[in-house]
C-alpha cells in the first residue's frame, strides 16, 4: 500500500496563508459541487491482482484554497473511465472527459488531507487532514454496484463527525490524543505489524495505523474492523522536527520515516530516515501495543544534510527502499536488510542514485508487461519519471505537467492515474508501450498522455 504520504511543497503552504488570509472566516462556506475534482492530494486503487485489474479509483480532494467548506473522497469506475478515454476521437491532452458519468460514488470530508490509506483487507479507507485534529474511517465495498462504494453515515454527502477518531482522550485506553499536521500514513496486518502472533481475540480484519506528523510524532491505532473504529493506542513523541512521509519495512519490522534534515546531524553526516518501531508487550492483549524510537539511520554514498520528502519499499527487492531526495533531486534505492536485527545498523548502503526533475514529491509502483516501474511525480519539476526497479534506469518522462503530485499505477490496464494538483484534474497516462520488447531505451522515454479526467482549473498563484 501505498502511500500517502508527505508535507506539501512550500508552494502548496504559501498558497494555504494566502488563503487563510483572503476568506473570510465568519463564513461557512458552501460545500464542493457534485463530482467535482478540486486541488486533488490523492489517488488510490481498488484491489487489484496480475489477472484482475482495479474497479475503482479513489481520488482525494484537499480543497486546498478553501473555496469550500469542505474536501471530498470520489470513487471513479474504472471500466467507464476506459470507455471514455476509448470514445475520444483523438487521445491526448485535448481529451477532457466529463468526471460526472464516470463518478460512482462521493463523500465529503474536512479540508486540507494528506493522510490516507487503505486497511489490509480492503474494507477501510482512512484520511487524516490539516483542518481537523483526528483520523476519519469511511468503510469501502469494493463489490458494490451502483453507490455504496464508500459508507460514513454521510447526510447530504457529508461523512458523520461519528467517524472521527483521536480528538478526546476519552477515546483513547491511555488518554492520548491525536496531535495536528499528519503527513504521512501506512496500515499494518497486526502480525506483522508487531512481529508477535495474533491474539485470540484478533481476526483477520485487525490491522494497525500509524500517522506521521509535522511535529515530531507518530500516532498509533488499532481497528479490529467492527463498527466501533479505529482506537488511539499511543503517540510516540520527541522525534526530530519535520518528517515527511512513512513506510513500514516487514523484514527489518520497523517503520522508517523520511525528514526534512537540512541541519540535524549524527556525527557530521545528515540524519536523513529516523526508525519507529512497534511492540506488543508479551502475555497483554492488543490495546497495550506502543510505539519506540529505534533511532535514526544515515544513507552511505550520498551528500550529508540531504532533504527527503517521500519513502517507499520496493516490492521487488525485500529490505530497499526507494527514498525521494532533494538537492540534487533524486531517487536512492537503499538497503535497510530483509531480516529483523537485534541491534539495527546506524547506517545503511545506497545501491542506486537515479536523478529526476526537481522537487520529487510521490513514489507510486507496479508492473507493466515483464517491467517492474517506479513512478515518481516532481511537482517542481512539471514532470513524472518512470524507472526501472531492479536497476533505476530511466525508462520514460511525462513532460509539461501543471502540478504532479500523488499517482498509481493500474497493472493489468497498463496505465498510471496522475492526480495534477495544480490544474484539478487527473491524467490517464498509457503505459503499454513500456511492455513491448520491440522498443529500445530511446523510444521508452516518450510516454502519452491518453485524457484528462475533470476540466482543468490551473491555479495561477502556483505558476
Same mark, same amino acid.
Given at each position: ?360 514529491? =510521490?513514489?507510486? $509502483?507496479? !508492473? %507493466?508487461? /515483464? +517491467?517492474?516501474?517506479? &513512478?515518481?511525480?516532481?511537482? @517542481?519539476?512539471? *514532470? ?37 494538483? =495544480?490544474?484539478? $484534474?487527473? !491524467? %490517464?497516462? /498509457? +503505459?503499454?508501450?513500456? &511492455?513491448?520488447?520491440?522498443? @529500445?531505451?530511446? *523510444? ?20
Amino acid at each position: 500500500m501505498r502511500r500517502v504520504r508527505a508535507l506539501l511543497s512550500s508552494s502548496l503552504i504559501a498558497l494555504a496563508v494566502l488563503a487563510g488570509t483572503a476568506c473570510n472566516l465568519g463564513n461557512l462556506g458552501d460545500p464542493p459541487p457534485a463530482a467535482d475534482i478540486y486541488l486533488p492530494t490523492g489517488v488510490l486503487l481498488s484491489q487489484q491482482s496480475e489477472t484482475s485489474a482495479p474497479r475503482f479509483l479513489y481520488l482525494i480532494n484537499s480543497n486546498f484554497d478553501l473555496r469550500y467548506n469542505r474536501g471530498s473522497v470520489q470513487a471513479f469506475d474504472l471500466d467507464r473511465l476506459a470507455a471514455a478515454v476509448d470514445s475520444c476521437a483523438t487521445p491526448g491532452v485535448d481529451c477532457q472527459l466529463d468526471p460526472v458519468p464516470i463518478l460512482t460514488d462521493e463523500v465529503l470530508v474536512p479540508s486540507l488531507a494528506t493522510s490516507f490509506a487503505i486497511s489490509p483487507d480492503r474494507r477501510r479507507l482512512y484520511v487524516a487532514t490539516r483542518t481537523d485534529p483526528s483520523m476519519m474511517f469511511i468503510d469501502l465495498d469494493e463489490q458494490a454496484d451502483g453507490e455504496d462504494v464508500l459508507k460514513c453515515d454521510e447526510v447530504d454527502r457529508r461523512c458523520s463527525d461519528d467517524r472521527q477518531r483521536g480528538a478526546s482522550a476519552a477515546g483513547s485506553p491511555r488518554g492520548f490524543v491525536f496531535p495536528p499536521e499528519p503527513v504521512g500514513m501506512v496500515t499494518l496486518p497486526v502480525g506483522v505489524a508487531s512481529g508477535a502472533p495474533p491474539s485470540s481475540s484478533s481476526t483477520p480484519a485487525d490491522n494497525f495505523v500509524m500517522v506521521a506528523h509535522r511535529s515530531g510524532q507518530v500516532s498509533l491505532f488499532y481497528d479490529n474492523g467492527t463498527g466501533d473504529g479505529p482506537t488511539l493506542l499511543h503517540v510516540l513523541a520527541g522525534l526530530p522536527l519535520e518528517p515527511t512521509d512513512l513506510a513500514f519495512d516487514p523484514g527489518s519490522g520497523l517503520a522508517y520515516l523520511s525528514v526534512y534534515a537540512r541541519t540535524s546531524t549524527v556525527s557530521g553526516l545528515a540524519r536523513i530516515l529516523l526508525r519507529v518501531g512497534l511492540t506488543q508487550p508479551a502475555g497483554q492483549e492488543i490495546d497495550a501495543s506502543f510505539l519506540y524510537d529505534a533511532g535514526a539511520v544515515v544513507i552511505d554514498g550520498v551528500a550529508a544534510q540531504r532533504d527527503t520528502r517521500a519513502v517507499a519499499l520496493n516490492p521487488w527487492q525485500p529490505g530497499q527502499l526507494l527514498v525521494a531526495a532533494r538537492d540534487p533531486a533524486s531517487i536512492l534505492y537503499v538497503d535497510v536488510g530483509s531480516t529483523r536485527a537485534q541491534t539495527p545498523p546506524t547506517s545503511v548502503p545506497t545501491r542506486h542514485i537515479a536523478p529526476v526533475a526537481a522537487g520529487p514529491d =510521490r513514489i507510486a $509502483s507496479g !508492473q %507493466v508487461g /515483464d +517491467l517492474q516501474i517506479v &513512478a515518481v511525480s516532481c511537482f @517542481d519539476g512539471h *514532470a513524472v519519471y518512470l524507472l526501472d526497479a531492479s536497476d533505476s534506469n530511466l525508462l520514460g518522462i511525462i513532460h509539461n505537467l501543471n502540478g504532479p503530485f500523488e499517482l498509481a499505477i493500474d497493472s493489468v490496464r497498463q496505465r498510471l492515474y496522475l492526480a495534477d494538483f =495544480r490544474a484539478s $484534474s487527473v !491524467q %490517464v497516462i /498509457d +503505459l503499454s508501450h513500456l &511492455a513491448s520488447p520491440d522498443l @529500445d531505451a530511446a *523510444a521508452r522515454t516518450d510516454t502519452p498522455i491518453l485524457a484528462t479526467l475533470g476540466f482543468p482549473k490551473v491555479v495561477m498563484e502556483l505558476q
